[in-house]
Nanobody
Framework: VQLQASGGGLVQSGRSLRLSCVAS????????MGWYRQPPGKQRELVAS???????NYADSVKGRFTISRDNAKNTVYLQMNSLKPEDTAVYYC?????????????WGQGTKLTVSS
């Protein structure tokens, strides 16, 4: 399984950015997929998830600002991030979500780094 996240970068506070993650070697359509992030010096956390039926869930810290979506035909999950804040600075990863624990199921890819400047 390979999880390739992309789209990060350096942006100013208040701006928008969209992340993409392509999953290969997995039956993408049946999995709940999630976006996780790991801020500098902190633990990785799940910020958004989307089920195979496209039901979504968000961490309180990003609710109303981030939108997760998926394209099963492309084995791709997206994270649209609006109204970015400096506290959104982190390395962002995607993974299939283990439902009982919210942990990632597969080995982590390299992630994509987002830096939000104030």
């Amino acid at each position: 399984v390979q999880l390739q996240a992309s789209g990060g970068g350096l942006v100013q506070s208040g701006r928008s950015l969209r992340l993409s993650c392509v999953a290969s070697g997995v039956i993408f359509s049946i999995n709940t997929m999630g976006w996780y992030r790991q801020p500098p010096g902190k633990q990785r956390e799940l910020v958004a998830s989307i089920t195979s039926g496209s039901s979504t869930n968000y961490a309180d810290s990003v609710k109303g600002r981030f939108t997760i979506s998926r394209d099963n035909a492309k084995n791709t999950v997206y994270l649209q991030m609006n109204s970015l804040k400096p506290e959104d600075t982190a390395v962002y990863y995607c993974n299939a979500v283990r439902l009982r624990s919210s942990a990632g199921i597969y080995s982590w890819g390299q992630g994509t780094k987002l830096t939000v400047s104030s």
